[in-house]
């Protein structure tokens, strides 16, 4: 066999491999992918800033000293500090649910997770305005004791959990089911209670999962349009997100702050991007 | 670092900023963003003079259905200012909200402006629009916006119409036509300054159907790119506003509410409405614009039309003809 090899003159010393594409359509696959990503995703990202700096750094500044636009900021980080917190709980929760335990119903509550990927967002901010708006089903009754939900901080809120619900419990439940629970077991034959299994034993275990779950988490909440849209009433300085203040701006023609704002959610998805990656890695490692 | 901290306190000031006597929610149609910011200040103002009392308006603008809609929904709005009366109808019909009389409680049918509604073109028009008929001819791109959500896209439609009817005659040939029209559309925004960015700002179609105002603002904000067309027969258009009762009862600002629309009426505040390019009331301020304002062909909604109840439910409500029409295409 040897010897036909030798003798073979096509053969040089770096055998090909038989799976390996031809050097032509390797190359083409990747200028493809490379293009594309170039085309989707990093072009748009260069004119968000260069839009935005257009007017040079005292333009860009300019574009915060609006009290609508600080509005927007506050009123998104406020909705973040709540959501993601409630989703880190609800997520751990579920995940735990899902992989401890053995139920009913238990396939139908982890596809019932995924739901918020599949449903479009303005389901999502519809469906809180059919039950809580004022010709909702609960609305008679929350007017009555003068509780605003609809085009509202709770509102919002409330949708925004629906759209960021996934993140947390999808990262952690094949996660945590992969991990067993053998360690736990010996923690509570070692005589720990519940609180010192969950803190010593189970998120030193799940912990970089945990973060990237709750970084995508937030990315989300604080990026999210559609179903906030539906349900914010547009009231400027009251009920405009960030993403809601920056179609405002780009409508009244105001494009170097539309940009400006824009930006800085450009800048949280790049500041996510890395954690992503850190966490990832650390993922692996552990 | 310096920037950073002017951030930071622009942040906390905006958070104790609140500290009016009253607060109003105005909750109107999608291209009055500049005439309503101007017209706030101007009546905080008089206000403050006025009472000594102080009050902030916040604004919210979408398409004139949707935002209406938004009121039914439960948007506290104190007063509604939007397209067209029709809409502050449906808020008092559905949602028993508004009195039925409140087009009588304020002058001119509770318009206090009236505008209409123009072609914009791109500068050279190359595709030579100058009336209705050559909206409907092949290749044309028509811009405008949703009829079901926007109430300046039903002002457009009922212009159309009322040109067709006219021309033909029958009632079947003005069908054809508007169904023609809206072939041409290629993107149905829900309101108007949708619209307009579409057209002014991402360069799509060759010609816009435009509040007058609107198409003003176009001409100012990019200068030299477009021009405005007027057809030889267009719609008087009467956009309308109301105190909505039932939230100014509970909130306890019916009084403010009732004086912000009052002065709307007002010398100063029809100056305003002058500057941005809708067509005042007053006779003072009619005049000093007068120059921006066409004498033009109007048809009008109550006379043409027998008023929005009927022109709605005839072709805007489900299964009406916008429907049919858009449904055959």
Not at chain 1, 168 to 173: E, F, G
Not at chain 2, 94 to 102: C, E, G, K, N, T
Not at chain 2, 298 to 317: M, N, R, Y
């Amino acid at each position: 066999m040897a010897a036909i090899i030798i003798s073979d003159p096509t053969r040089t010393t770096r055998p090909r491999k038989a799976t390996a594409e031809s050097l032509w359509s390797r190359w083409l696959i990747i200028s493809i992918a490379v293009g594309f990503m170039g085309l989707m995703f990093v072009l748009p990202l260069v004119i968000i800033f260069q839009e935005a700096f257009r007017k040079g750094w005292e333009g860009f500044v300019q574009a915060f000293d609006d009290r609508a636009t600080t509005h927007a900021i506050w009123l998104t980080l406020k909705v973040a500090a709540i959501t993601v917190p409630l989703n880190t709980l609800f997520g751990l929760a579920a995940a735990w649910c899902i992989s401890r335990f053995q139920f009913r119903g238990r396939r139908f509550l982890s596809s019932l997770i995924e739901l918020p990927l599949w449903v479009s967002p303005v389901i999502a901010g519809m469906v809180y305005v059919l039950l809580f708006g004022a010709q909702g089903l609960f609305g008679p009754a929350l007017k009555e004791h003068g509780i605003k939900i609809i085009f509202a901080l709770p509102g919002i809120v409330l949708s925004t959990i629906f759209v960021t619900f996934t993140f947390v419990a999808r990262v952690l439940a094949p996660q945590m089911e992969a991990q067993g629970q053998a360690e736990e077991e010996a923690a509570m034959t070692l005589g720990a209670n519940g609180w010192q299994m969950f803190w010593r034993v189970t998120l030193p275990k799940i912990k970089w999962g945990l973060l990237y779950g709750i970084i995508l988490c937030n990315a989300r909440s604080m990026g999210e349009f559609g179903a906030v849209s539906v349900v914010s009433g547009h009231i400027r300085n009251k009920t405009n997100t960030v993403p809601l203040h920056i179609e405002v701006l780009y409508n009244e023609y105001q494009f170097v702050p539309a940009f400006a704002v824009a930006s800085v959610l450009a800048l949280l998805a790049l500041v996510t991007l890395i954690l992503k990656t850190l966490t990832t890695t650390q993922r692996g490692a552990a | 670092m310096k920037t950073s901290l002017t951030l930071l306190s622009a942040v906390l000031f905006s958070l104790t900023a609140h500290a009016a006597d009253f607060e109003l929610l105005n909750v109107s149609y999608d291209p009055t963003r500049e005439l309503y910011s101007e017209f706030n200040k101007a009546f905080a103002k008089h206000y403050k003079e006025a009472t000594g009392k102080k009050v902030s308006i916040d604004q919210s603008h979408g398409g004139s259905g949707k935002q209406a809609r938004a009121v039914i929904d439960g948007l506290e709005a104190d007063v509604v200012t939007l397209a067209l009366a029709g809409d502050i109808d449906v808020i008092g019909k559905q949602a028993d909200l508004i009195a039925p009389d409140w087009q009588k409680r304020l002058p001119n049918n509770s318009a206090p402006y009236t505008s209409t509604i123009v072609f914009v073109v791109r500068t050279d028009n190359p595709k030579n629009i100058q009336d209705w008929d050559d909206l409907v001819k092949p290749g044309v791109n028509v811009i405008t916006p949703n009829p079901k959500t926007s109430g300046g896209a039903r002002w457009n439609y009922l212009a159309a119409w009322a040109y067709a009817l006219k021309k033909s005659g029958s009632e079947a040939k003005a069908k054809e036509f508007i169904a023609a029209l809206y072939k041409n559309v290629p993107v149905l925004d829900t309101g108007a300054r949708g619209s307009t960015t579409t057209f002014a700002q991402r360069g799509i179609g060759d010609v816009f159907l435009s509040w007058e105002n609107e198409a003003w603002l176009i001409q100012r904000e990019f200068p030299g790119k477009t021009k405005i067309v007027i057809p030889s027969l267009s719609i008087l258009a009467e956009p309308t506003v109301a105190v909505v009762d039932k939230n100014v009862e509970k909130k306890g600002t019916a009084e403010v509410a009732k004086a912000y629309l009052e002065y709307l009426y007002s010398p100063e505040a029809q100056d305003i409405i002058g500057q941005n390019y809708y067509r005042p009331r007053d006779a003072a301020a009619a005049a000093k614009y007068s120059a921006r304002f066409p004498k033009l062909n109007l048809v009008t909604i109550d006379g043409d039309f027998g008023g929005w109840a009927k022109a709605q439910k005839k072709h805007f409500d489900e299964g009406g003809i916008f429907d049919q029409i858009y449904q055959g295409k």
